[in-house]
């Protein structure tokens, strides 16, 4: 049996193991952090005390989605594999590789007080060097820096982590030190080279209507890069404290490949099921929130702001939560993007998840929304408040767009793009609200 030591930040919290004779893993707290003050799960379904009448293979199935879940997808898995000749079904070791840098708080390493002085050294990386990178990606993967893969980071999109001091860009190594910021180039398609422009545009503009937002730079090295500073990170004096938070996938015990609603597509077989991460489970999830009420309302708004600037991949990976010892809470939004701004035909404008049983925009009917206020937990009226104030916002913010854009020297025409976009899905949703205000006003009388 394989196992090893699971931290949180540098507080050693439990222990995973893999059995396999019978392909069965484990995770087990050790007694020192149940038992201390201020104690808390690494997600709801993995709780401090284990369920009495749990299953081995029940409690098998959680653990190994929540880890899965903290590993890169799509090619960057298929580089960690080769690279270090991992099968990608092998949870434990590519934990082994990756784990000692992970979204939130947890990690797989040395005791912080055994690590050697020179492990915890800053390696400059310098725009030249970068932008060589970025320009070589075809013939050396974009995460594998000094013969080390430094992707550790769930999702499909090119990144590297890296700790951010005086306007210097960092890979770092060592328990004590932690990245700081996250890096994205422009994808190698070419059909998708707007990306970093489009998701600073959508990010800054969510930050002007007071949607909690990831903070983000857009950098050109000239290339252009987008600089995602991580909110799962506090810089304190001597170190970089990990703080822990959770995806969707991981709070509600799915795996990544059920981060869409529609988790086997939309063909006519199979568009009916609906068992991946979906509204109403995110919105019951938020009943044990801290603070129930402002969480349903944060999600509202970050569903709405989806619908707004058609960001058809809005899905369970993207939408995260802090978890600590008073309880669980969303965490800033990211990965926010104008799908169909960035002219792509291959991109799928189908939403991730349903509003109702609306996966379009212009598929959205009354009644839709109505079910989706249900689904909130929400009062009806509430809910179409929150539509009707966010479109004003957003049109009101418009002017302020282009002014960012010249400052940040972005072409105008993908910010035209990102603004009729949202303009046209303003208008479809304007509607209905006229409607539904006029039903009420004929219901009353």
């Not at 400059?124 to 320009?135: C, G, H, K, M, S």
């Not at 800033?332 to 799908?339: F, G, N, S, T």
Request: charged share 25%.
């Amino acid at each position: 049996m394989l196992s090893f030591t699971i931290y949180l930040d540098l507080e050693p919290i439990g222990l995973l193991s893999h059995d396999s004779g019978n392909n069965l893993f484990a995770f087990e707290y050790h007694q020192e952090w149940t038992h201390q003050e201020g104690a808390y799960p690494i997600c709801p379904l993995i709780p401090l005390l284990a369920p009495e009448h749990e299953s081995r293979e029940k409690h098998s199935a959680i653990v190994r989605q929540f880890f899965e879940n903290l590993l890169p997808e799509g090619s960057a898995l298929d580089q960690v594999s080769i690279f270090h000749q991992i099968s990608k079904s092998n949870l434990m070791g590519l934990m082994l590789v990756l784990g000692a840098e992970t979204s939130g708080a947890l990690r797989i390493g040395t005791d912080p007080i055994q690590v050697p002085a020179s492990e915890l050294q800053l390696r400059l990386i310098t725009p030249a060097e970068l932008e060589n990178r970025i320009v070589q990606r075809q013939e050396i993967p974009f995460t594998v820096w000094d013969g080390k893969v430094r992707l550790s980071i769930a999702g499909f999109q090119d990144k590297i982590a890296i700790y951010k001091k005086n306007d210097q860009w960092y890979l770092v190594d060592g328990p004590e030190l932690a990245s700081t910021w996250i890096v994205k180039p422009t994808p190698e398609r070419k059909t998708l080279k707007s990306l970093p422009e489009n998701e600073f545009i959508c990010m800054s503009l969510a930050k002007l209507i007071d949607i909690p937002v990831a903070t983000v730079e857009l950098v050109r090295i000239p290339s252009p890069v987008l600089l995602v500073k991580r909110f799962d990170r506090k810089e304190l004096t001597t170190r970089v404290k990990r703080l822990h938070i959770i995806d969707a996938c991981q709070a509600l015990g799915r795996s990544s490949s059920m981060k869409y609603e529609r988790p086997y597509g939309h063909s006519r077989d199979v568009k009916d099921i609906r068992d991946g991460v979906n509204y109403c489970d995110l919105f019951d999830l938020m009943k044990n929130a801290i603070q129930p009420i402002k969480d349903r309302l944060q999600l509202l708004r970050w569903a709405i702001y989806q619908i707004y600037i058609g960001n058809s991949d809005a899905h369970g990976k993207n939408i995260s939560f802090f978890m600590n010892e008073k309880g669980i809470s969303m965490a800033p939004a990211y990965d926010l993007v104008c799908i169909p701004a960035l002219g792509d035909s291959t991109l799928s404008h189908t939403f991730s998840m349903a509003i109702g049983d609306a996966f379009r925009v212009e598929d959205i009917t009354i009644e839709d929304i109505r079910e989706f206020a249900i689904q909130s937990g929400l009062a009806q009226k509430v809910v179409f408040q929150e539509f009707s104030k966010m479109g004003k916002k957003l049109l009101e913010k418009f002017s302020g767009l282009e002014e960012l854009a010249n400052h940040e020297q972005i072409d105008l025409k993908i910010v035209h793009s990102i603004q009729i976009e949202i303009q046209k899905n303003i208008y479809i949703i304007t509607k209905l609200l006229e409607i539904n205000h006029r039903l009420n006003i004929y219901l009353v009388n």
